[in-house]
Each structure stands twice: as C-alpha cells, then as structure tokens.
C-alpha cells in the first residue's frame, strides 16, 4: 500500500522559505509518476503548486513559480518543497501527492502551515 | 490559468440525483479528457472519484458518474446517501506544451 506523509514546521514567519518534505512508502519514487504539491487555504479550494516527474523533470503552477523549487531525494524515497518570500496568504494545508497525468491516486494526510510573525 | 467555475452548493434529498458541473475553456476541460473529480469531507484529504472525464476508480460506487461535453465537464451523483454530503472539486489538464493542472473552486454537497 503506497502512503504519503508530509512533514515540516507548522508555523513560518512572513518574508521565510516554507519547507516541507513527504516521505514515500510502499513504492519507490524512482519508478514512475510523478510526485506532487496541492495546498488548500482554510476554508477555500484546492491549488495545486506543482509536480516532479519521476525522472526528474519539474513544472510549477506560473502564479508561484518564481517562489516554488521542488526537488527528489530518491536516497530517501521522499521529495520536498519550497516556497520563498512567504505571506499570510500562504497559510494553508499542504498535500504531498502522487499522480499521473490526470488524477492524483495517492494523498498525504495534509500539513497545516502557518504563515505569521 | 483561471480556475474552472463550480456552482458554490447544490443539494438533493436521498435517493435523487444531482449534477454538479465544472465549466473551464478549450485549453483545459474542452482541450483534454484528462477531467477527475475529488471528494472532501472535512478535515480530510480529498479522494479520488472520477478520472479521465468518466471513469471510476475500483471502489467507487457507480452512483457516481462523469461526462463532458464541449468546455464543461459534470459529475452526476444517483441515488443520493447521506454520506455524500461533501465538497466536490474537479480538476483538468491544462497544459499544452508543459504539464500544467487548474481545479475548480469547488461545490458544496448537502444532502437534505
């Protein structure tokens, strides 16, 4: 059974680099997918910020693509994400995720991440 | 890339059928048939419904079912329970020459 567990801190100051790391079990990144980012603000929608292709390749939503790295440790069997120059309207629960072209299959249980001083 | 347009709250008694719909362009739901469906209960992660504009992932009841004609793609839910009562979010490929997603706003499910 694949799981997906975000981690990283819950609270960021405003104008820091938000990180967070998903930790891959029960498949290994490196066989396919790709590997995914969706945030959801309180009581709003779902954005997602953006994907790693199992080979490596990486596209971002362009609203936050000048802010946004993601990256894959395969070592670890996890990939992470980093969003810079953090604001308020940053706050949201994070989802790490697995998916394919259209649908995402496997979800994180979301991380809540706090964006204030 | 404008999120796809989702009616904010529909609602049926058990045992009917509502539709929710997810209106988007040509460069997204009417460009691809890459159009899924989430459920979300609260406090929960969202979970796979609908994939590929109609199909239905193993588990999932054949209430549930999607189609798409031109720019707007529907989610038609049959033979309301109350445990269906949850926010709906579409989703849709959106991208021409890179991978690129854009979901809706998402719809309020009551079940009355």
């Known amino acids: 059974q694949v799981q997906l567990q975000e981690s990283g801190p819950g609270l960021v100051k405003p104008s820091e680099t938000l990180s967070l790391t998903c930790a891959v079990s029960g498949y290994s990144i490196s066989s396919g997918y790709y590997w995914g980012w969706i945030r959801q603000p309180p009581g709003k929608g779902l954005e997602w910020i953006g994907s790693?292709?199992?080979?490596?390749?990486?596209y971002y939503n362009p609203s936050l693509k000048s802010r946004v790295t993601i990256s894959v440790d395969t070592s670890k069997n996890q990939f992470s994400l980093k969003l810079s120059s953090v604001t308020a309207a940053d706050t949201a629960v994070y989802y790490c995720?697995?998916?394919?072209?259209?649908?995402?299959?496997?979800w994180g249980q979301g991380t809540l991440v706090t964006v204030s001083s | 890339q404008s999120a796809l347009t989702q009616p904010r709250s529909v609602s049926g008694s058990p045992g009917q059928s509502v539709t929710i719909s997810c209106t988007g362009t040509?460069?997204?739901?009417?460009?691809?048939?890459?159009v899924s469906w989430y459920q979300q209960h609260p406090g929960k992660a969202p979970k796979l419904m609908i994939y590929d504009v109609s199909k239905r992932p193993s588990g999932v009841p054949d209430r549930f079912s999607g189609s798409k004609s031109g720019n707007t793609a529907s989610l038609t839910i049959s033979g309301l329970q109350a445990e269906d009562e949850a926010d709906y979010y579409c989703c849709s490929y959106a991208g021409s020459y890179t991978f690129l997603w854009v979901f809706g706003g998402g719809t309020k499910l009551t079940v009355l």
């Open positions: 040509s460069s997204d739901v009417g460009g691809y048939n890459y």
């Open positions: 790693i292709y199992h080979s490596g390749s990486t």
């Open positions: 995720a697995r998916h394919q072209a259209g649908e995402v299959d496997y």
